[in-house]
Every structure is written in C-alpha cells, then in structure tokens.
C-alpha cells in the first residue's frame, strides 16, 4: 500500500490569497489525484496529474484557480488561487494502488483549509 | 452517467446493534464496487471491495455482496462499536465512468455506548 503525506494538515487563510498544499507518496505513481470535500460532502474529483504532462481537469475547475504541478512520481502540488469563503474544504490527494484502472484508492490525510 | 446512491445519515445505533447501510449503483458492465470510510479528522481509507458479481467483500466485521441483479452493494456488520463512528462512502470505478471512481453521498454513523 502506498503512503500518502499532506501539508499542510489545516491552514486558515485570508480572502484574496493563494495556498499551496504538498503531497508526497512513499512510491513512484503514474497518476495523482485531487479532490475536494466540503463541509459535509462527498468527494469531487478537481483533477488528475501525470506526470510530465498538463493535469486533466474536470468540469468545473481550472487550471487558473488551481494550478497543480507534478515534477515527479512521487509528489504534487495544488494551489487554491485567489482564495473566497467558498474554497472552505478538505482537498485530499489520492494514487491507485496499482496499474489496474480498476483499482481502489489510496488517500492522504487531507488538508483542512478555512478561508475568512 | 455512472451513478452511486446510498443511504442518507446519520444512522445512529446502539453498540452491538445490528448495521445496514444500502447502497444502489448504475453503471453498464461490471464496475468494481468500494466502500471507503472515513474517521474523524482523516482522509478515507479503503474499508472493502468487490470487483465481480456475487464477491463478498469483507473487512473487520463488515461485509458487502456484489448483487448484479439489484445494482446493489449494500454494507452490514453484525455487531457495531463505538469505533466504528465514522462516515462510510459507497464508490464505484468503471469503463463507463472513465475509470473515475464515483462516489455516493456517504453516510454518517453514531455508535454510542
């Protein structure tokens, strides 16, 4: 099973600003993804990052907002731009187990971010 | 599109009380079939599959069957603890989906003593 790290594991941000969470897994992945979680919610899938390419992103989202990068096969960054009350959530970061596309997940901590 | 639809919460039992959590699906073909929990203040983490008709999934107590015929996956244990409080999420990951995993809505469980 693969061991996924966050940081930050919480933040509380100003209105206006931009923060960048950090995901690191403890082996090489072809593919991360981002979610979002708000308050009492599912999982919406942001996006899927591969590596030394562009992330996919899914509807709703964009690159301007969130800008994902992802130098290498074991970590990945998101960056909540521009931040308003209504990015308020948990954005956790995932990798399959395997190569399997029919695979589980595998999930990291999540980062618990307030924005006021 | 490929669809999860669970049981809304909170479900709130008392400990050693029987637990049922239905959980219907639509996809075409056969998906494979998760439930994920999540503990308070964590991420989710895999709790049990299925990947083809009639596998039982099965984990610390919990069980789920693959029933083709009802699109259903519906989670149960015998006998819950107060460490079992937490919210549980139906998924399913599918050609159809794009090998998106899709989530329900999750359901919120209180166990008390």
């Known amino acids: 099973s693969a061991v996924i790290s966050q940081k930050p594991s919480r933040d509380i941000c100003q209105r206006g600003t931009s923060l960048t969470i950090q995901c690191q897994v403890d082996s090489q992945v072809t593919m991360m993804f981002w979610y979002r979680q708000q308050p009492g919610q599912s999982l919406t899938l942001i996006a899927t990052a591969n590596q030394g390419s562009e992330a996919t992103y899914e509807s709703g989202f964009v690159i301007d907002k969130f800008p994902i990068s992802r130098p290498n096969l074991t970590f990945s960054t998101l960056t909540v731009s521009n931040m308003s009350p209504e990015d308020s959530s948990i954005y956790l970061c995932?990798?399959?187990?395997?190569?399997?596309?029919?695979?589980?997940?595998?999930f990291g901590p999540g980062t618990r971010l307030t924005v006021l | 599109g490929d669809s999860v639809t669970q049981m809304e919460g909170p479900v709130t039992l008392s400990e050693e009380a029987f637990l049922t959590i239905n959980c219907t699906y639509t996809?075409?073909?056969?998906?494979?079939l998760f439930w994920y929990v999540q503990y308070p203040g964590e991420g989710l983490q895999l709790l049990l599959k299925a990947t083809k008709a009639d596998d039982k999934g099965s984990n610390k107590g919990f069980e789920a069957t693959y029933r083709k015929e009802t699109t259903s996956f519906h989670l149960e244990k015998g006998s819950v603890q107060v460490s079992d409080s937490a919210v549980y999420f139906c998924a399913l990951r599918g050609r159809t989906g794009g090998f998106k995993t899709i989530f329900g809505a999750g359901t919120r469980l209180f166990v008390k003593a």
């Open positions: 996809a075409t073909g056969y998906p494979s």
């Open positions: 995932s990798v399959d187990s395997g190569e399997r596309t029919y695979n589980e997940q595998f």
